[in-house]
Every structure is written in structure tokens, then in C-alpha cells.
């Protein structure tokens, strides 16, 4: 039985005895954060695994080892299909956790998806607890799989052309363990989302629970500080500790601050180098130009950015290095008003070349 087989199986079981539900905001310490839809080419999501809770009742780690396998399916800037982008937490992100509890184990803050600009149509996520052996062999598997799943976590531009290739070497090698009955699959939460559809897309926590629970219990679940509770209300609830559980949720951005580690960055770490030297003739700040208007072509493009934060990185790269050149040479034109985002980069293009 692969993947596959175990998703569409635990996807289609109508007794199926672990639940998955989503926590209302009103149930969260910040529900005004989970308010605004998200809208197309605004903002940007990423999946996070907040918290992991296995007992060790169930003889974790002794016996038996966690699995947990992630994948988020969503619209990429420049590739016509959707991209799958999975994720595995297994024995190499465990390591440092299992040594730290000797009972229970409690996993947190592990991003499993982007951040990723939401490009409209469709979304979903899919997030699969498993049990598997603690045979060697099969852990070492693991671990290579959970290493080559974990290159998602970063921005995908760098991968684009590698992107299908890269999530056909992870699924397959989690089938190939499937298959071998190593491995079985717990509890399933999977989840899509439309926000042209009633409902809309929204930002939020998930739990899956491995208990079945009725809607009355679900309403006893609560959100503190990303951490799960248990109680009669916010204020009251404590930490959540009877079942085993794993709480993810969607989170929402207008802003990413990793933007530096993109390959249009270092076009304007060599404008400002450039900049910093003296002297400052005319053929350096020819090129400091140049290097800004390509900076600005490709942050126009990038399919990692938003175009409103694309736009405030590129006004404020120009106004720094603008200051750094104005000792020696004096900038033309006033900025013009802002306008449509099309007329922002031919504006910004102007600018540039005034310097």
C-alpha cells in the first residue's frame, strides 16, 4: 500500500476514529489576526506545524517511531500547472526531541510550506501522521527523504526547474516505504481552499486529533500563543496533554524579511558596494545604475514577492544609495506620484537612470 493508497483510504473511511477540525478565531488570544481573506498577488501564506504532542502511551520511540508528511499544492508565478511541495518530519527533526523528553515528546514552530506569495485559484494541504518501525535501515531511509523534503522550506525560485523532479524523488521513496508495511498511516487532515468561492481562503489553526470527538468537544479546544489548551473557556483552559495531536496552522503576511537571500538581491549589495568606494567617477555610477536597473527588473518579475513589497524594497535600495551618491553628484526629477504598479517600475527605471 503507498502513499496514495493511504491518504484516498484514510481520505474515504467514514468510521475513521481521529478528527480534524477547524479552530474558530473566536477560540484563539488573536482572532483579529485571522480576520482578512486572503487576496490574490497581496499577501503571502505559509503552513506551520505549531504543535506535535505524541504520549508515550503509546510507546513512541521505543517501539515505534513518528512520521508526519506534509504537501501544499498552490500556484506558482511562471508555471502553468500547480506545484507540490512536500514535507517530511521524521527521525532527523525528532533527534533533538526525543533526547529532551523522556515520557512525551512535543514538537513546535516548524515551518512545512513557504513563505509563498498566494497567486490566486485554488489551494490545499495535506498533512498525514504515521507510525513506523524503529528498524534502522528504514530510519536511515527516512532520514535521506526528510533532508531532500526539507530544501521546500526554503524559496522555490531556485528550484523551479528542479521542482517536480525534487517532489517525484520524495513521494516515491515514501512509497517505496509504504509499501513495505513499515509504515502505517494514523490520521489525515487534508484541506482546500478557493478564495473566489463562498467561505474564501483564510488564515487559521487546524487540529488533528487522534480521538474521536463530537462538535460540542471541539468547541473546548483553544489557541494560546500557538499552543494548544483545553477547558470551558480561553481564560481557564490548560495544555492539552490526552491524545496524541498535531496543530498546524495558515499563517498571513503582507511582508517576507528572507528577501535577502534572493539572487535580485545581490544585485543591489553590488550597487551599494560600488557606491561605498571613492572616488565616484562616471563610469562607476554607470555602473551602480545599471546593477539597479536590473534589481528592479527582476524584483517586477519575481514570483517570490508580492508587488507592493516589491515596490517599497525598491524605493527604499534607491533612496539609500541615492543618499551614498548624492556627495558627489546631484539626482534628478522629484518622485512621482504613486500609480498603477506597471507605471511604478517605469517610473522607477527613470529615476535610476538619473543618477
Request: glycine share 6%.
Amino acid at each position: 500500500m503507498g502513499l496514495s493508497d493511504i491518504i484516498s483510504r484514510l481520505s474515504s473511511s467514514a468510521s475513521q476514529p481521529p478528527s480534524d477540525f477547524f479552530i474558530k478565531p473566536e477560540n484563539t488570544d488573536n482572532p483579529q489576526r485571522l480576520a482578512t481573506p486572503f487576496k490574490s498577488n497581496e499577501h503571502y501564506f505559509m503552513l506551520q506545524i505549531n504543535e506535535m504532542f505524541l504520549s508515550q502511551d503509546r510507546q513512541w520511540f521505543n517501539k515505534i517511531m513518528p512520521l508526519v508528511y506534509t504537501s501544499t499544492e498552490f500556484k506558482y508565478k511562471g508555471i502553468e500547472d500547480k506545484i507540490t511541495t512536500p514535507f517530511v518530519v521524521g527521525p532527523s527533526l525528532l533527534s533533538t526531541q526525543i533526547k529532551d523528553h523522556a515520557r512525551d515528546m512535543i514538537f513546535r514552530d516548524t515551518s512545512v510550506a513557504g513563505w509563498h506569495p498566494y497567486r490566486g485559484e485554488k489551494i490545499a494541504f495535506t498533512v498525514l501522521l504515521c507510525k513506523t518501525t524503529t528498524d534502522n535501515l528504514l530510519l536511515n531511509t527516512l532520514g535521506i527523504i526528510e533532508k531532500v523534503s526539507g530544501i521546500f522550506s526554503a524559496n522555490v525560485s531556485a528550484l523551479v526547474s528542479k521542482v517536480v523532479d525534487i517532489s517525484k524523488v520524495v513521494v516515491d521513496g515514501l512509497n517505496g516505504i509504504f509499501n513495505s508495511r513499515d509504515v502505517e498511516g494514523l490520521a489525515l487532515l487534508r484541506r482546500e481552499f478557493d478564495s473566489t468561492k463562498s467561505g474564501g481562503f483564510y488564515p487559521g489553526y487546524y487540529l488533528l486529533l487522534n480521538k474521536t470527538i463530537d462538535e460540542n468537544e471541539q468547541q473546548k479546544f483553544f489557541v494560546k500563543d500557538n499552543r494548544l489548551y483545553y477547558g470551558n473557556d480561553l481564560n481557564t483552559s490548560k495544555p492539552y496533554r490526552e491524545e496524541d495531536y498535531v496543530l498546524i496552522s495558515i499563517e498571513q503576511s503582507k511582508t517576507r524579511n528572507d528577501y535577502s537571500s534572493f539572487p535580485f538581491y545581490k544585485m543591489y549589495d553590488t550597487a551599494l558596494e560600488m557606491a561605498s568606494k571613492r572616488p565616484l567617477d562616471d563610469e562607476k555610477k554607470q555602473e551602480i545604475s545599471n546593477q539597479l536597473l536590473a534589481m528592479s527588473a527582476a524584483m517586477s518579475q519575481s514570483p517570490d514577492m508580492v508587488e507592493e513589497q516589491a515596490m517599497a524594497i525598491g524605493d527604499e535600495a534607491y533612496e539609500k544609495i541615492k543618499r551614498m551618491v548624492d556627495k558627489n553628484y546631484k539626482l534628478g526629477g522629484a518622485p512621482a506620484a504613486q500609480g498603477a504598479n506597471s507605471e511604478f517600475w517605469n517610473r522607477m527605471s527613470q529615476k535610476i537612470k538619473a543618477l
